[in-house]
């Protein structure tokens, strides 16, 4: 349970702080026990440097999302290094604990809470704290989404309602999403903000679904004065959630409440919306991000060295922004990476570092080209099908090899997480993926002429 815990807790983090904090920091650390009794979570990283790096670091974001993935409220967050050994100490400070009326008292309120609310709420704990308007470089790419998210913010739906964000992965969508709840949230913290990923909607949805719960979950969402719905492309294909979801915004906007979507695309280039839905989405105003140019990505740059207590020099922030081509969140990785260099190995920020630093992980990323297209379209070359053939839900038995096919070798050569490669062939689910990843993998195992294709694929799709 906990590694899948862990495992989801992951993917958000890689979603929410970029796929480079992962990997540099989160790789090795272990969720290592959840006192659900004290409401306490152990976390256990492979090097004092790394505890105290996270735990100065992304302590917030831990407690954001593991509450919720356990359905908790304000656990407590602890940090071990290696040699630190949880347990006695654990049962005993929990002994302790377990005595004292308040926290049982506590425990009891938080399951009434849930039980009410389906899937745990705590609306305003979900917000990033350090995704702020202040935080937000404004540049000519994004100044049209930022003047509409504070126009939001300032005049809750009145001006435009819903407010519909997109634009490129990694350039500021989520981070403006969380600015226009942060600053309602300061501004007046009786408003009912919630924040909700597309995914833990439509989650949230089934869950309440199965408990028999639909009127709870409606009821939630129609209190809420503002809500921030992140990625609604991922609602394509989801007749009942989007059903759902349709009676909810018509309910809010009724009554004025304020809306505010993020996507990758454009309503109307969303596969599988209903037609009401994008009409809807389409109502108030529709504000695109485009990438930075050089001077917006200095900046950006130069604010978040700040945030870490670093100072960049003109030569060396200039020098990051022209490597790093256009994601706003590989800027940052690029940049935490320059920085923890420099920490690890005691060096002085210096333009050699620097592009030491960064010329590795350019060579990875030039020896990894590979797309989505690439490998689709070798994979129907050789078996001559069409893209659109894989995308069908035609499940015979052949197309369907083909398409687990394409599917483990897009989770083998990119990055990519499962939800995105799913959602490529037009699958609801990302289970989809992990089953076809495995089933090919068992088949490579006893299989050699299987094995000897799929090798002659990689090696087709590399060069
Ligand atoms: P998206 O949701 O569009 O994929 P995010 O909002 O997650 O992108 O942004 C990725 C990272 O880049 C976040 O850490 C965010 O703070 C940062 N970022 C993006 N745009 C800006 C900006 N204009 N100013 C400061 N930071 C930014
Ligand atoms: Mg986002």
Redesign the pocket.
Known sequence: MLKSVWQDFLTIVKE???SRVVETWLKAVVLKEWDQHHNVIYVEAPNVFVKDWIESKYTDLFKVHLSRLLNTVDPKIIFLGPAQVTTPALQQAGQQQAATPAVAEKTAAQKTKHAVMVGGVQQLGRLNPS?TFE?????PN?SLAYAAAQAVAEQLGTQYNPLFIY??????????LHAIGNSLQKKNPQAFVLYQTTDRFVNEFIAAIRFNKVHVFQEKYRKLDLLLI?DIQFISNKEQTQEAFFHIFNALHDAHKQIVF?SDLFPRHINGLEERLRSRLEWGLVAD?HK?PLE?KIA?LK??AATHHEQLSDEIAEYVATQVVSN??EL?GSLVRILAFASLTKQPLSIALVKKVLQSSLQQKKEQPIDFGKITQHVCRHYSYKLTDLRTHNKSKELSLVRQVAMYLMKKMTDKSLREIGSYLGRKDHSTVLYAYDKVNKQIETDKQFKALIHQLENEILN
Request: aromatic share 6%; net charge positive; no cysteine.
């Open positions: 929410e702080a970029g995704y935080t937000f470089v404004v540049g994004n634009g490129g992965s990694g350039l500021g969508k989520t981070h403006l992140d993020t991000i930075p917006t950006i604010k978040k706003i969140r940052e």
